[in-house]
């Protein structure tokens, strides 16, 4: 089970996520309380190691743009969080990794299946929100290989949602915060003992 903590505006919180054992860190380049320039998130990945992936969240930015904020921030993979058409993600995955997100405002579309990326990750409805939605809307999705699952998930609702379903990955924001973009600690740590004591 791999942990994202997403929305890091902070060297130090992304300090103790990495120390914590999160997989990655997300920077978000959209519109957001939590919104970094490149120069900032660049500041932060120089100081990560080796084995924390470095991701950036976009909302229908074109190809060639992210692939620039790619290089300055020295990122691993790239989010997709808007309605980006498939060939700019073919294009974005010639170069590195694509994680697709979906918003789920009511039971999924299937063809999100078919959506060319390198991971599905499921959102709520207002990325970044902490608002949740009815799970059952997953049923659809869990087939895929590498779904990542996100929105209005905590520390103290984890353990519901990895007994029923076992995604490839989870990702939070606003559960492990203090307020937008400053990172509580111990919830961070708790989030990431939900998923250890899950298996
Ligand atoms: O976080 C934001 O403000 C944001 C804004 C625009 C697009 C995406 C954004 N967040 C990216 C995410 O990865 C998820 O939305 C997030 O981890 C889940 O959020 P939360 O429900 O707050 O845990």
Redesign the pocket.
């Known amino acids: 089970m791999r942990v994202?903590i997403?929305?890091i505006t902070r060297l130090e919180d992304a300090l103790e996520a990495e120390r914590l054992g999160a997989w990655a860190v997300?920077f978000?380049f959209?519109?957001?309380?939590?919104?970094v320039t490149p120069e900032q998130a660049a500041a932060i990945s120089r100081e990560l190691g080796p084995f924390v992936r470095r991701v950036g969240?976009f909302?229908d930015t074109p190809p060639e743009e992210v692939l620039e904020v790619v290089r300055a921030a020295r990122l691993d993979a790239v989010?997709l969080?808007?309605d980006e058409p498939p060939e700019w993600s073919e294009a974005l995955r010639a170069r590195l990794p694509v994680i697709k997100?979906v918003r789920l405002e009511g039971p999924p579309d299937p063809a999100v299946l078919e959506y060319p990326a390198d991971a599905l990750?499921v959102?709520?409805p207002r990325?970044?929100?902490?608002?949740?939605y009815d799970w059952a809307w997953l049923e659809p999705l869990a087939r895929h290989p590498r779904l990542i699952v996100?929105?209005?998930?905590?520390p103290e609702t984890l353990p519901r949602l990895l007994r029923r379903f076992r995604p490839y990955g989870v990702?939070?924001?606003?559960?492990?915060?203090v307020r937008?973009g400053v990172k509580d600690w111990g919830r961070m740590a708790a989030f990431l003992r939900a998923v250890r004591a899950c298996g």
């Open positions: 994202k997403c929305g997300g978000v959209a519109p957001s309380k939590r919104r969240v909302v989010q969080h808007g997100a990750l959102d709520g990325p970044g929100s902490g608002e949740a996100a929105g209005g998930l905590h990702d939070v924001s606003s559960g492990v915060e937008p």
